[in-house]
């Protein structure tokens, strides 16, 4: 039974040693207050849901966006950033989004935006307008980085796609195009490195308009083959791009 003189002489010592130190003591049996989860600090911003971005620039200036999603291979999962028509995604670092980006139109891109974990996706194409697009406009990905991908960092599920100057590492696929359309997809890879990764690209597409164009990419401890083309999609070697 702890008495008044103990109760007084404990809270003189946790004031002086706050004024010294800047802390109290922790008494044992107490809880201590968790740290701040390692991905998160305060310079990251909680996603509640989809930004939207339209003929327009969102440079996200450094800073950390994040979902809620942990190690989420959900199929069904919202992205964090919507890219429309015209529209730029720059400069920052996305975390905890089973989806990431989509681009959901023509003529966009995402550049120098970096993806520590990726889950499912971390950037998909899918629409209607990205289709209609084919050998027009293209969307792009430049500078970025993706890393720890179970499955895959980019999926081309439709129109035409460039990634350029990007990087890869730990991962199964990196970039897919999507096998299971009967659509034209077309895919480029120039000058990005893949490192311990099962493959730079794979294509599997139906359609005999699909092409995979590469040019200046270097791949190290990438399993063999290295880029696994099969089905109608053509695989096109480029001096000029």
Known sequence: MRTPATILTRVLLAGILLLVFGKAPVEAGKKKTQPLLPERDRNTVLVR??????????????????????????????????????????????????EGVWFRGINSRVENVEFPNVYEDAISTRSAKCRD??????????????????????????????????????GVTSIRQNGRSSEPLVLHVYDCTFRNTHSMAKADGKNPR????????????????????????KLIDRRKY
């Open 133 to 170: 697009a084919v050998g027009k406009k293209r969307n792009r990905i430049i500078g970025c980085t993706f890393s720890r991908f179970k499955d895959k960092a980019v999926q081309l599920n439709a129109g035409e796609l460039e990634v350029r100057g990007c990087t890869f590492t730990n």
């Open 49 to 98: 849901k989809p930004i939207i971005v339209d003929n327009a620039v969102f440079d996200m200036q450094g800073k950390t966006y994040s979902g809620r999603d942990r190690d989420s291979q959900r199929e069904d999962g919202k992205p964090l950033f919507i890219l429309k028509n015209n529209a730029v995604l720059k400069n920052g670092r996305i975390i905890r989004s089973a």
């Open 210 to 233: 699909s092409r995979v164009y590469r040019a200046g990419n270097r791949g190290q401890n990438v399993n063999d083959p290295e880029w696994e083309i099969s089905g109608k999609t």
